[in-house]
């Protein structure tokens, strides 16, 4: 047995050496690098060991994630706890309010929380927001930053007429404003008996001009009215939008107290040189255009000032009296060629809605030669009026 152990490493050892030197043997010829050494590997019962061992870790690993109690099935349990727990924790700090609440309210300390009240008395027109008050019936007025109330012991049924108190702008300073309380039409609000901001058809013995308010609308979405001597010819006027959420958000808006003025006396059309002023005893700003109107009344405010819608102006003038062409009296009424300064009559501290010059507003006509609308006064020497429907 030894002999054909020797035997068998001694062959072994001589076909090694030809390897080695790229000799043949038996029926094979190995081409060899003369320096070929044999390297280190792994045999194939070995890979497919490391296979299946691999395999096993894999399914233990998926088993750990997606079994019951696994990552995920803990991550989402994770989530629902902390869940329920940031509803409890608001629960019990809606119950602490609750209970903190209703100790202030049995000691009265929470009062202080409330803002307190300004007396309209005490408005100084040094405010830097504007300030809602009442006056002495408990109507509410929103008075602009920068304004004081000149007759604070008035009603706003008697017309609260407020100036401009910035003594940094020489231009506004001392410009005054009525406020007119009213709201938009709503179907629930309709029959409450309170002014609504709209456009009014207006009759009077011997003058009737804007009459019939009809239901067919203009392609702008607004009611025509109809003038009473040409049925073909009608007025009309959509509500912007920031007119509808001004009235909206403050219960009213502000008319010009006075029609505009400046200090030259203007007898022509004449280059737009001067500011608009909104005070008494000066010329009424007349022999303009209605563009150029509109212009200086959005100037005047940086556009917070507009010149009046019909809105505006019918507004205003349902106001203070009802009627299409106020009854004024002296010698500005119905053209006789008298015009007056700013300021000659008043009926709630609003002048010359129905006398003096004719004012214009931004309602349009359907007669395409002369587009632009004007309100009452009777003189030809076109002037116009203001209206805030901002509160600045």
């Known amino acids: 047995m ?4 020797n035997r068998t490493i001694k062959k072994f050892r001589s076909n090694n050496k030809k390897i080695k030197e790229g ?5 094979y010829q190995l081409i060899c690098m003369k320096d070929y050494k044999f390297q280190s590997g792994i045999t194939l ?7 299946i061992v691999l ?3 894999a399914g233990i690993a998926i088993n750990l994630s997606i079994a019951n109690n696994g990552l995920f099935s803990r991550a989402k349990n994770a989530v629902g706890i902390w869940k329920n727990a940031e509803l409890d924790e608001q629960s019990k700090i809606k119950n602490f309010t609750n209970t903190y609440g209703e100790m202030l309210n049995n000691i009265g300390l929470d009062k202080d929380v409330e803002k307190e009240e300004i007396k309209i008395d005490e408005i100084t027109g040094d405010e830097k927001t504007n300030t809602e008050t009442v006056d002495k019936n408990g109507n509410k007025i929103v008075i602009p930053a920068g304004f004081k109330v000149v007759n604070p012991d008035a009603t706003v049924e008697e017309g609260i007429v407020i100036e401009d ?6 231009d506004t300073v001392g410009n005054q404003f009525v406020w007119i309380p009213c709201e938009i039409e709503t179907e629930e609000n309709k029959d409450n008996g309170k002014l609504k901001y709209d456009r009014y058809a207006f009759t009077r013995s011997g003058w009737q001009y804007r009459q019939t308010k009809l239901n067919s609308k203009d392609i702008d979405g607004s009611y025509k009215i109809q003038r009473v001597d040409k049925t073909s010819y009608y007025f009309h006027e959509a509500m912007s939008e920031e007119e509808r959420q001004s009235i909206e958000k403050y219960g009213g808006y502000y008319i010009g107290r006075y029609e505009v003025g400046c200090d030259t006396k203007r007898t022509s059309h004449i280059a737009i040189t001067e500011p608009g002023k909104i005070k008494s005893g000066l010329n009424a700003y007349n022999y303009i255009t209605r563009n150029e109107a509109k212009e200086i009344a959005e100037k005047m405010y940086n556009g917070k000032s507009k010149l009046c819608s019909s809105y505006a102006w019918d507004t205003a003038l349902q106001f203070i009296g009802g009627t299409y062409a106020v009854e004024s009296v002296g010698d500005n009424y119905l053209g006789n060629g008298n015009l007056k300064s700013t300021g000659y009559y008043q009926i709630k501290n609003i002048y010359d809605m129905g006398g003096n010059v004719y004012e214009w507003i931004m309602e349009i006509a359907s007669d395409s030669s002369n587009p632009c609308v004007y309100r009452r006064g009777l003189l030809q020497w076109w002037c116009f009026r203001l209206s805030s429907i901002n509160a600045y």
């Open 23 to 27: 000799k043949i043997v038996g029926n």
């Open 2 to 5: 030894l002999k054909i152990i």
């Open 45 to 51: 019962i070995v890979l497919v060991i490391t296979i």
């Open 165 to 170: 108190a910035k003594a940094n702008n020489n």
């Open 55 to 57: 395999l096993i870790l």
